[in-house]
């Protein structure tokens, strides 16, 4: 039976703090009320980004608690505190560089899980499902004004931050999800390999998401994968033009850029 003390998950102060961030720099891109729109959806970008990478976190142990690891309480994993994370470098540090360098969703998965608690196959795949199926949900809530059409009247600046977030969170779905040794998606698909694969591919997890950004510098890789974010996000009805000045925006340190206003655009 899947239990945790009430302070085992109470949300800790430092997740509370990081959504009072995201607020404020929602409330600050709306308004205009920034001398500088750019920093606004900096801190609005990296707030909300790492409140994801929390949420990704969450949903790994609490799906883990479900599955029979009582641990995950004691360990903090489910206060949502980015601070309890294994390794923080791997879940908060490398993949804001990586937003701020490239504009990529780096996947991130620092929870330490006890899997010999777990039983059964499907409760395993479940648990390594879960990171990447959060940043899916909440690249959903993030376009919902997109494909609700409900974007009329809302500031610019705000669409195209909203368009950049997107794209993060789609990314890092995407990218979890592939079978690659080291990433979630490997997680969901090693519990029905061999004993035998297991082991010969085991010595090759720390080296995996090198190999993916490796791959991903090749240029015809690159063009083909960013090409499957796109159409994912014009599905989500959010278009290039959205993440490319959400993108702009984002990096403040270049200057303020100078973007065409929306009226009379065709997407």
């Not at 993060?168 to 090693?190: C, R, S």
């Not at 995996?208 to 996000?233: K, R």
Request: with cysteine.
């Amino acid at each position: 039976m899947s239990t945790a003390t009430r302070g085992e998950r109470r949300v800790s102060p430092v997740f509370l703090a990081l959504v009072a961030i995201m607020a404020v720099s929602i409330w600050a891109v709306w308004t205009d009320f920034s001398a500088s729109p750019g920093f606004a959806v900096f801190l609005f970008v990296v707030s909300g980004w790492v409140v994801s990478l929390c949420l990704h976190e969450y949903a790994h142990a609490r799906t883990a608690l479900h599955g029979g690891d009582l641990t995950v309480g004691a360990k903090g994993y489910l206060t949502l505190d980015p601070l309890k994370y294994t390794h923080a470098m791997l879940s908060i540090v490398l993949p804001l560089i990586f937003v701020i360098m490239g504009g990529i969703g780096l996947p991130g998965g620092a929870v330490f899980i006890e899997r010999h608690r777990i039983r059964g196959r499907w409760k395993h795949s479940m648990i390594s499902a879960a990171g990447p199926l959060a940043n899916a949900a909440f690249a959903v809530v993030v376009t919902a004004p997109f494909w609700l059409g409900a974007m009329d009247g809302v500031p610019d600046h705000f669409r195209y931050a909203l368009g950049f977030m997107a794209q993060l969170q789609v990314t890092a779905a995407i990218l979890n999800f592939l079978p690659v040794p080291g990433l979630d998606g490997y997680g969901v698909v090693e519990p029905w390999l061999s004993y035998k694969v297991r082991r010969q591919v085991e010595p090759f997890a720390p080296f995996g998401i090198l190999a993916v950004f490796g791959f991903l510098w090749i240029p015809e890789v690159n063009h083909a994968f960013f090409d499957m974010i796109d159409a994912v996000l014009r599905f989500l009805d959010v278009t290039a033009w959205d993440t490319y000045w959400g993108q702009q925006l984002f990096r403040f340190w270049q200057g303020t850029p100078d973007i065409p206003p929306l009226s009379g655009l065709v997407f």
